[in-house]
């Protein structure tokens, strides 16, 4: 019986640790940081080239769009226009088709990769909704893979 | 109604707490009253809450705006359907929604079991009550869906998202609900087995009908959620890993586990920590699901929003579950321990230990990569996320697995298999694996991953295939009757194993859809007014943009002439929805979508210019989609089958004649719903007062809203509502067509002629689009009532036969196999 046990143990070891190893590895390629434009813009030198979700507010009037193909360039700032202190500025460029939901003010997560420049390139901008199903709809821009 | 209502909830919840303490006060003093009057309490809450529903559906329909959650869910001008449907559509309602079904749930469980079961069920009607009581504690203190307005009560509602304004989602929550809510009964009927100590299979017996029709229905729910991410998401797929898709697989993942190694503790009573933990587990998650999807602990599209307190309430009640069911495991472990060991790796109860260690495996990824933001976030103080790309690097490869263990699971003996054993039964199904790699990388096919998928495929269909052949071949020369008799004896002998290998054949219909994904094509472009685009063999020509009102919405449709090798096919038309009572959200996006048995064509209306009328398009090709959704209907046939057996074979060797009445009745019940669904719809169409004149005929009530006037001036209305000079006219010229005997296309078509163009229609024609997802609904109902009628001919035909004959056989190995086998599974 307890030579049993020690097979069990072992084979569950090593099972767990080759898991455990795979997920590592493949969390280090697969997660992204997840921060607000301060933060990127305080941290910038680390994250340069990582992929990057960096989360602000779009400064109204800001948004150029070239009509004839998918290329959009904005700003978008650490909080929105009515808490007062804008905070810190990135300016992303984007190509693609954003949601609808995609205007003025709105509170954007733009995927993509921080330039040297400070710029960022987009490859993903999604908006969220001030609310969800309760008293205001979805976001139809749903996370493409 | 109200305060009916608020007082309805109020009692359901004093009687739950009643029926807890009763059952368990009752069962510890051994008095017979105490108890029955517990169950008494059980059916007493599922009466109140039939009642609460249907005074929150009432209030729907009468458009009682001065109840808080009927003004946020509906409107006046919501149709008669989604009204009802908006029960479930918010937070407090769908918690409502969800007590009402596991009242019911609940009582028809214990009304069931209640004598074969008699020492479980006051342990039984405790859980449930419970359970039920924790909702309705959550919607008195913090989420009455019949609170009103302190303020005056707004003239009209605010309706229902749009999002949820589909078919599909209408009826994807009540499934979902359903498979949630039942896997309820598995729980209680453990709990109670573990406290009282009767853990003999008896009480798995009970459950594993309930948790094959739970998760009949869970499954149902994750399709319907899929089909209608993929046609009101619009974003060309069905399934984005987001953290309600997830929490709602989670305990399917568990549930399937359990449906496999329940049968290993059948046949050799082994596994048994293992099936209660998994009941538990089951159950956990559903909850744990509920809480994801109504505390915002995670970000989604599909969450209801943030709630800290209810985010507090969730986790109280998931602790208790948790320590309190896994303390009676432990505390019971003496009780359950097993009484054979595992012979050989070489068997089929090591292939469910391994399908149970992938599944549960599968559960543990998906649940904490969908945690792992917010766990990073408390443990290192920064959020990362994984995406889509990081489930499926996983995901692939477990499901990969999983597929190879389908096929290889049924080939292996129990206990041990031999080598002639394997060689024999290897043989076909490996060919046919061989000759599929072979053919498909004949025919220029890489992407590895999709060609293991289809070989994989390949191997465990023929496996499948060679048990059907095999066990009728036996059955043939046991009852001398022709092969399809013998196919036919053989399943309707032993459903819960054929059944079982339809649901199998399901699933690898499901991974074939899958595996063609790996060939989806997505682009996006600018169409300028008669540009197009080309993606592999169709080309997308945008020829107008139009706005079309009703009174609910303002519809921005996009017409888009489709050719395929020079010839034009189809026109489609991708539209952008405006809601009137949504005018602050974004426009809900109507993919248009032509399906096909090899593959889909999904257009979407991006974005739009009116003035210079160009548009966005995203044009994605689906290979292989609709075999997913084909997958869950064959999925629901052989769980269909499955669910039969017990019931059958007490009818079949008790009563003769009742059985047939039944059948008859549920066949005569289905075709009437059939029949039914159709004539509601048509029913929505309203009479119109005034200077309209009657429609004299069917055909022309259903033109008249089909044509909408033409003048400019009234806003696109069909001609049963507009009352202008040009309407009228119009609609001389129509009873003129009709009366001329002129059919509804002959109709169309002239029209189209005379008005050069189609813009006389009120909504664009439907052809080809969405032909394939109406279908489908009549098909699983077809499929049943088959289903039916063949067990109703069997019941009719061979009464007596319900018992094997026992004629030498010449096939002694396989023959004493498959009897072996027969015999012992029910």
């Known amino acids: 019986m307890a030579h049993r046990n020690i097979k069990i143990a072992v084979t569950a070891v090593v099972l767990a640790s080759a898991f455990g190893f795979m997920m590592w590895t493949t969390l280090r390629e697969g997660a992204e940081y997840f921060k607000h434009v301060d933060e990127v813009v305080a941290q910038r030198p680390t994250l340069e080239g990582k992929k990057l979700q960096v989360q602000g507010y779009v400064i109204p009037g800001s948004i150029l769009h070239n009509s004839n193909t998918l290329e959009y360039r904005f700003k978008i700032q650490n909080n929105p226009i009515r808490a007062g202190e804008p905070g810190n500025v990135i300016n992303i460029s984007f190509t693609g088709q954003p949601p609808d939901t995609f205007k003025d003010e709105a509170e954007v997560v733009a995927h993509g990769q921080l330039r040297s420049d400070g710029g960022f390139d987009a490859n993903q901008v999604i908006a969220k909704c001030p609310s969800k199903y309760e008293a205001a709809g979805g976001t139809p821009g749903q996370a493409k893979s | ?826």
Request: aromatic residues 12%.
């Open chain 2, 1 to 826: 109604m109200a305060n009916l209502g608020t007082f309805l909830l109020l009692a359901s919840f004093v009687i739950c707490a009643y029926a807890t303490v009763a059952s368990v006060v009752g069962a510890r003093r051994g008095s017979r009253r105490l108890i029955e009057s517990g169950i008494g309490g059980l059916y007493l809450v599922a009466a109140l809450m039939a009642v609460a529903t249907a005074v929150i559906i009432n209030a729907f329909l009468t458009d009682d705006f001065s109840i808080r959650y009927v003004a946020q869910e509906s409107e006046t001008l919501q149709p008669f359907f989604y009204k009802i449907t908006a029960y479930w559509g918010g937070l407090n309602g769908s918690i409502m929604f969800w007590v009402f079904l596991l009242s019911v749930f609940g009582s028809v469980a214990v009304f069931i079991n209640r004598e074969r079961h008699r020492e479980l069920i006051p342990y039984v009607v405790a859980t449930i009550s419970t359970v039920e009581a924790f909702f309705l504690y959550l919607m008195v203190v913090h989420k009455n869906p019949f609170s009103t307005y302190l303020t005056p009560a707004p003239v009209d509602g605010t309706g229902l998202n749009p999002l949820l304004q589909n078919y599909w989602m209408a009826i994807h929550p009540p499934s979902l609900y359903t498979g949630f809510v039942g896997m309820t009964i598995p729980f209680a009927f453990g709990l109670a087995a573990l406290i009282t100590g009767h853990l003999d299979d008896s009480w798995l017996r009970a459950v594993r009908r309930w948790t094959m029709v739970a998760w009949l229905f869970l499954s149902f729910g994750l399709m319907l959620g899929m089909i209608w991410a993929y046609e009101v998401l619009a974003w060309g797929g069905y399934w984005g890993w987001d953290p309600v898709e997830n929490a709602a697989v989670l305990p399917w993942f568990t549930a399937t586990a359990f449906l496999h190694s329940v049968m290993v503790q059948e046949r050799r009573s082994m596994l048994r920590v293992w099936n209660v933990t998994l009941v538990i587990l089951t159950f956990f998650l559903t909850i744990f699901g509920t809480f994801l999807t109504r505390s915002g602990v995670v970000a989604s599209v599909h969450a209801f929003g943030d709630d800290p307190q209810l985010a507090r309430l969730f986790t109280a009640f998931m602790v208790v579950i948790l320590t309190f069911s896994f303390g009676m495991v432990i505390y019971r472990l003496p009780l359950l321990k097993a009484r054979a060991e595992l012979d050989s790796w070489v068997s089929r109860e090591a292939a469910f230990l391994a399908n149970n260690w992938i599944l549960l495996f599968c559960a543990f990824f998906v649940a904490f990569a969908t945690m792992f933001p917010t766990m990073s976030e408390a443990v290192t103080g920064t959020r990362m996320t994984v995406g889509p790309p990081f489930f499926n690097k996983w995901m692939l490869p477990i499901g990969l697995v999983l597929l190879f263990l389908t096929g290889l699971g049924p080939m292996l003996a129990w206990r041990k298999s031999t080598v002639d054993n394997l060689l024999n039964t290897f043989a076909w199904p490996v060919g046919a694996l061989v000759v599929t790699v072979g053919g498909l990388a004949a025919l220029g096919l890489t992407q590895w991953a999709s060609l293991t998928c289809f070989a994989l495929c390949a191997f465990v269909f023929t496996t499948i295939l060679q048990e059907f052949w095999r066990g009728a071949k036996v059955r043939r020369k046991n009852t001398g009757t022709d092969l399809v008799t013998a196919l036919i004896g053989l399943v309707a002998r032993n459903k819960r194993r054929y059944g079982g290998y339809i649901v199998h054949v399901g699933i690898v219909l499901i991974f074939l859809g899958f595996a063609g994904n790996a060939y989806k094509r997505d682009v996006t472009k600018v169409l300028n007014p008669g540009e197009q685009m080309t993606v592999g063999a169709y080309t997308a020509r945008n020829d107008q943009v139009k706005v079309i009102e009703d009174g609910q919405k303002q519809s921005i449709v996009a017409y888009i002439s489709v050719f395929k090798g020079g010839k034009q096919i189809d026109t489609m038309y991708p539209s952008k929805a405006l809601f009137k009572k949504h005018q602050n959200e974004p426009p809900r996006t109507d993919a248009a979508i032509r399906r096909g048995v090899a593959e889909d064509l999904y257009l979407v209306l991006a974005s739009f210019e009116l003035g210079s009328q160009a548009i966005t398009l995203n044009v994605v090709i689906n290979p292989l989609v609709n075999w997913v959704w084909f997958g869950f209907g064959m999925l629901a046939f052989g769980t269909g089958i499955a669910l039969l057996p017990e019931s059958t074979f007490s009818f079949a060797t008790a009563k003769i004649a009742s059985p047939e009445t039944v059948t008859t009745t549920i066949a005569l019940l289905i075709v009437a719903m059939l029949l039914g669904a159709p004539r509601s719809a048509s029913a929505q169409h309203m009479e119109m007062p005034g200077s309209i004149t009657e429609p004299k005929s069917d055909l022309e009530r259903k033109m008249r809203d089909e044509i909408a006037c033409t003048c400019g001036g009234c806003a696109h209305e069909p001609l049963s509502k507009c009352i202008c000079g040009q309407a009228s006219q119009m609609r001389d010229d129509l009873r003129t067509d009709i009366d001329a005997g002129l059919s509804h296309d002959q109709i169309i078509s002239s029209w189209i002629a005379k008005y050069n163009g189609e813009h006389f229609l009120a909504m664009p024609l439907d052809r080809g689009f969405n032909r394939l997802a109406w279908i489908f609904p009549y098909l699983l109902g077809g499929a049943g009532v088959v289903g039916l009628g063949f067990v109703a001919m069997r019941w009719s035909k061979h009464p007596g036969e319900s018992q094997p004959s026992e004629v030498p056989s010449t096939d002694a190995g396989m023959n004493q196999r498959l009897d072996d086998e027969l015999r012992n599974l029910d």
